[in-house]
């Protein structure tokens, strides 16, 4: 398997997506954090502060898009060139094929993750750290694995769809679609049980409440949500910049976790599948 991880080196290295990719996250992350610092100077002249820590990760569930786009391009090439019945027919078997397209992936999302990462740091002289060093610490990990758990399910459809173009536009709406719903859950869940409204009486406006919000999600339901939210890399992505994790050795455990079940998963079907 080590011939094969060597060649996807060498072939990653002269990827040019790849590497216009990897600048352009760093570009972002270098922009959206000078923002910030500027943001934050702005707020000093009211006496507010800006916290580093709760801009640093603001850019988490947008880390992904790039994870997937590269890794599904990257992918497809093998199908697109016929490289992968190449590497079959020389003796290679489809577990060492998988398993080195798999490391690869693996190696692509801490890139970005790091990257990404690096780039905000430039904030961190001009801006205070509201968290300790060890919860910051932790909200790293827990990015990184929530990027690998994303890789893992990019290769997953990269290897399992052999149209490059049907695979690039699966997965692009994988992730918008786990997204948009993990977001959508977590604004429900954020609804507060108790409310207040204002309502006309005789007397004119008045406050009326606390009462109990309709929209809030209780019960079993809540917990199966949350575990919907905690589970899926775009749901840890949202709560993370929104600074809302709570159980971040639980989010690390369960992305590593996912990565196993869909690497092992993408590996039992690709096995099976029929290579034309």
Same mark, same amino acid.
């Given at each position: 398997?080590?011939?094969?991880?060597?060649?996807?080196?060498?072939?990653?290295?002269?990827?040019?997506?790849?590497?216009?990719?990897?600048?352009?996250?760093?570009?972002?992350?270098?922009?959206?954090?000078?923002?910030?610092?500027?943001?934050?100077?702005?707020?000093?002249?009211?006496?507010?502060?800006?916290?580093?820590?709760?801009?640093?990760?603001?850019?988490?569930?947008?880390?992904?898009?790039?994870?997937?786009?590269?890794?599904?391009?990257?992918?497809?090439?093998?199908?697109?060139?016929?490289?992968?019945?190449?590497?079959?027919?020389?003796?290679?078997?489809?577990?060492?094929?998988?398993?080195?397209?798999?490391?690869?992936?693996?190696?692509?999302?801490?890139?970005?993750?790091?990257?990404?990462?690096?780039?905000?740091?430039?904030?961190?002289?001009?801006?205070?750290?509201?968290?300790?060093?060890?919860?910051?610490?932790?909200? !790293?990990?827990?990015?990184?694995?929530? %990027?690998?758990?994303?890789?893992? /399910?990019?290769?997953?459809? @990269?290897? #399992? *769809?052999? =149209?490059?173009?049907?695979?690039?536009?699966?997965?692009?709406?994988?992730?918008?679609?786990?997204?948009?719903?993990?977001?959508?859950?977590?604004?429900?869940?954020?609804?507060?049980?108790?409310?207040?409204?204002?309502?006309?009486?005789?007397?004119?406006?008045?406050?009326?409440?606390?009462?109990?919000?309709?929209?809030?999600?209780?019960?079993?339901?809540?917990?199966?949500?949350?575990?919907?939210?905690?589970?899926?890399?775009?749901?840890?992505?949202?709560?993370?910049?929104?600074?809302?994790?709570?159980? !971040?050795?639980?989010?690390?455990?369960? %992305?590593?976790?996912?990565?196993? /079940?869909?690497?092992?998963? @993408?590996? #039992? *079907?690709? =096995?099976?599948?029929?290579?034309?």
């Amino acid at each position: 398997m080590s011939r094969l991880l060597s060649a996807n080196l060498a072939r990653l290295k002269k990827n040019m997506l790849f590497w216009v990719a990897l600048v352009l996250m760093a570009a972002i992350s270098l922009f959206t954090m000078t923002m910030y610092i500027f943001q934050s100077k702005e707020w000093a002249i009211y006496g507010e502060e800006l916290y580093f820590d709760s801009c640093y990760f603001v850019l988490s569930p947008f880390i992904g898009l790039f994870i997937t786009v590269v890794i599904v391009f990257f992918l497809g090439v093998d199908y697109s060139d016929g490289t992968i019945r190449n590497k079959i027919t020389s003796g290679h078997t489809r577990t060492e094929i998988y398993s080195a397209n798999f490391i690869i992936c693996i190696l692509v999302s801490a890139l970005f993750n790091a990257v990404w990462l690096a780039g905000g740091l430039i904030g961190l002289p001009f801006m205070e750290c509201e968290q300790e060093i060890g919860q910051m610490l932790l909200y !790293t990990l827990t990015s990184f694995f929530f %990027s690998f758990s994303t890789g893992a /399910i990019a290769a997953m459809i @990269g290897m #399992l *769809i052999s =149209n490059k173009a049907i695979s690039v536009t699966t997965a692009i709406l994988q992730f918008f679609g786990l997204l948009m719903v993990t977001s959508y859950i977590i604004l429900q869940l954020d609804e507060p049980e108790m409310i207040q409204y204002m309502q006309m009486t005789d007397e004119g406006m008045q406050m009326v409440g606390p009462v109990t919000n309709p929209q809030y999600i209780g019960g079993a339901l809540r917990v199966v949500l949350e575990c919907v939210v905690n589970t899926l890399p775009s749901g840890q992505a949202v709560m993370l910049s929104n600074m809302e994790l709570e159980h !971040t050795v639980f989010d690390i455990v369960v %992305s590593a976790f996912l990565t196993v /079940i869909v690497s092992a998963t @993408g590996l #039992l *079907i690709f =096995n099976k599948k029929d290579i034309r």
